[in-house]
């Protein structure tokens, strides 16, 4: 079975200061990747995504990730965050179960808290 | 283009009732999946629904059915309620089942059991 695991479950942060949020999946074949954010009151939101090609993908808000095979790894990162960043991140990996059905396998997410 | 909505949006029950929950998947999409959301939890998969048929099912109890209608849109049932049961329940739907294809969020329905 896909499992990932988010390495912290509370940031805190001061407005212009760089992020990096740690993902770590676990899953021997091939899968998709994905970032999604979850601003205070509403819904999931997909902040970018890694299928195949380019390791460095980049996404909405200039976010951007870094896929590592041989960590198996899929941190997110920001340079500099802006206190409307403040919201949960959630990782996430799709990876093909049976022929025709996959899954989504969140993280247990990390609540981003940026100081004005 | 319309996205994914989800209702009701809030809904108090009680132990041992039973609810029904309702998606309307994005135009064009014929697969609608559900995730339980706990406090303090990533969504979790609770099964997928592809031309009206269950296409895969999470470590969920058969208390949790579900149905997917001609146009795609879908519902969750949730029997014999328990206080566990408490969570944000989310559907989401893509253009196709397989994992290469990307998932729309709704919004979300809060459900408090009591």
């Known amino acids: 079975a896909q499992s990932v695991s988010q390495h912290n479950h509370h940031v805190i942060l001061s407005e212009a200061a760089s992020l990096e949020l740690g993902c770590n999946y676990s899953?021997?074949?091939?899968?998709?990747l994905f970032w999604y954010v979850q601003y205070p009151g509403q819904h999931l939101q997909l902040l970018l995504k890694y299928f195949s090609g380019d390791p460095l993908v980049k996404g909405i808000k200039g976010f951007e990730a870094e896929f590592i095979k041989s960590k198996f790894s899929f941190n997110l990162r920001k340079p500099s965050v802006q206190w409307s960043d403040t919201a949960e991140y959630f990782c996430?990996?799709?990876?093909?179960?049976?022929?025709?059905?996959?899954?989504?396998?969140f993280g247990k997410g990390t609540m981003l808290l940026v100081s004005p | 283009e319309t996205g994914v909505t989800q209702s009701p949006t809030h809904l108090i029950k009680t132990r041992g009732q039973q609810v029904t929950l309702r998606c309307s998947s994005q135009s064009g999409h014929n697969t609608v999946s559900w995730y339980q959301q706990a406090l303090g939890q990533g969504p979790q998969f609770i099964f997928q629904?592809?031309?009206?048929?269950?296409?895969g099912r999470g470590n969920f109890p058969p208390r949790f059915s579900g149905l997917q209608f001609p146009n795609y849109s879908s519902e969750l049932n949730v029997n014999a309620l328990e206080l566990d049961d408490s969570a944000l329940y989310l559907c989401?739907?893509?253009?196709?089942?397989?994992?290469?294809?990307?998932?729309?969020f709704g919004p979300g329905t809060r459900l408090t059991v009591l």
């Open positions: 899953y021997g074949g091939t899968v998709n």
């Open positions: 996430a990996v799709n990876a093909p179960l049976y022929s025709g059905y996959s899954t989504l396998t």
């Open positions: 629904y592809y031309r009206e048929e269950e296409n």
């Open positions: 989401a739907s893509s253009l196709n089942r397989g994992h290469d294809n990307e998932q729309f």
